[in-house]
């Protein structure tokens, strides 16, 4: 599985579009990226997966680079809920397989 | 909610013991993940199970071990259990069958060994 490189940490205003990067230079083919959240030691929360379109969902949306060596998760309107540990994730992710969980990064969205 | 459920929510126990944790995946699913995750280690893969066959090894220590029941329920037993052990353990489940296979995750059991 690729490596990835997330920020540590960031900021983010309440109400205002939280976007927390992420790069993966060695991703390959056919793998997917993936993001999940963890809020304060709750299990890890799906958010949004995709391989190189744009996608989008009723929680985030995923901007891939056309060369996809790098990503951007898009909280739209960010709420102190959202503050959370982020992790972005590259996987095959056909049939079962492991994730493998960086450090990720603290969003803390702040009023 | 998940729909993923694990029990118990809090173990506290002592070094040498042996506990069990229970994972029940979401309906439908049929392959079960266990992590585990430590202050110093971050999220680790366990074990991954799919219909009750054992399909992926990560770093399980020789101490513990999982199984996958016919009701696709899954427990993980730690036995010997030493202070390094305190951890979260997160179950998550998937489908299994098809492509682009999302894990879900539990609420987790927090392990405490003193």
């Known amino acids: 599985d690729a490596k990835t490189t997330q920020p540590t940490s960031m900021d983010c205003a309440e109400g205002r579009a939280a976007n927390l990067p992420c790069n993966h230079s060695t991703i390959s083919g056919n793998e997917y990226v993936y993001w999940y959240r963890q809020i304060h030691s709750q299990g890890p929360q799906y958010i949004i997966h995709g391989l190189k379109n744009n996608e989008t969902n009723e929680m985030a949306s995923l901007i891939i680079t056309e060369d996809r060596k790098s990503s951007t998760l898009i909280l739209p309107h960010a709420t102190l809920r959202d503050t959370a540990v982020y992790y972005c994730i590259v996987s095959f992710m056909e049939y079962g397989n492991k994730l493998v969980f960086g450090a990720g990064t603290i969003l803390r969205v702040k009023s | 909610d998940s729909g993923v459920t694990q029990t118990p929510k809090h173990l506290i126990t002592a070094t040498g013991q042996r506990v069990t944790l229970r994972c029940s995946p979401r309906s439908g699913d049929l392959s079960v993940y266990w992590y585990q995750q430590s202050l110093d280690q971050g999220l680790q893969f366990l074990i991954q199970y799919y219909n009750g066959e054992e399909r992926a090894k990560g770093n399980i220590l020789e101490r513990f071990s999982a199984q996958q029941f016919p009701d696709l329920h899954s427990e993980l037993n730690l036995s010997s259990l030493e202070l390094g052990d305190s951890a979260l353990y997160f179950c998550?489940?998937?489908?299994?069958?098809?492509?682009?296979?999302?894990?879900?995750f539990g609420p987790g059991t927090r392990l405490t060994v003193l």
């Open positions: 998550a489940s998937s489908v299994g069958t098809v492509r682009l296979d999302t894990q879900y």
